[in-house]
């Protein structure tokens, strides 16, 4: 079992930044890759970047790409994800989670066994 602690949301004006961190903790056995989802009020949670075990590769979705980065620590058991140019549409709840089953990032929801409790990023017009 994986625990992640989510860290760094709050409140921001349009066009500014935030860098959000996650801390894995636990019984870790094997390389895994994590990910960043979001929801919104009223909406489903979906998929803003995924990166792999190894941090050489990220994936975003179209909606968060050229304006956010996404990181792992040098120990792994971290993961960061920064966002420029924010947008009050970025507001939501952020979750960090892990997929123990594959050392890659991936975009499916239902592939990730462990998720935070979320940090919420409310971005101001």
């Known amino acids: 079992q994986v625990q992640l602690v989510e860290s760094g949301g709050g409140l921001v004006q349009a066009g500014g930044s935030l860098r959000l961190s996650c801390a894995a903790s636990g019984r870790i056995n094997s390389h895994y890759g994590m990910g960043w989802f979001r929801q919104a009020p009223g909406k489903e949670r979906e998929f803003v970047g995924a990166i792999g075990w190894t941090g050489g590769s990220a994936i975003y979705a179209d909606s968060v790409k050229g304006r956010c980065t996404i990181s792992r620590g040098y120990a792994k058991n971290t993961m960061y994800l920064q966002m420029n140019s924010l947008k009050p549409e970025d507001t939501a709840v952020y979750y960090c989670?892990?997929?123990?089953?594959?050392?890659?990032?991936?975009?499916?929801?239902?592939?990730?066994?462990?998720w935070g409790q979320g940090t919420q990023v409310t971005v101001s017009s």
């Open positions: 989670a892990a997929d123990l089953g594959v050392a890659s990032a991936t975009t499916t929801e239902g592939d990730y066994d462990s």
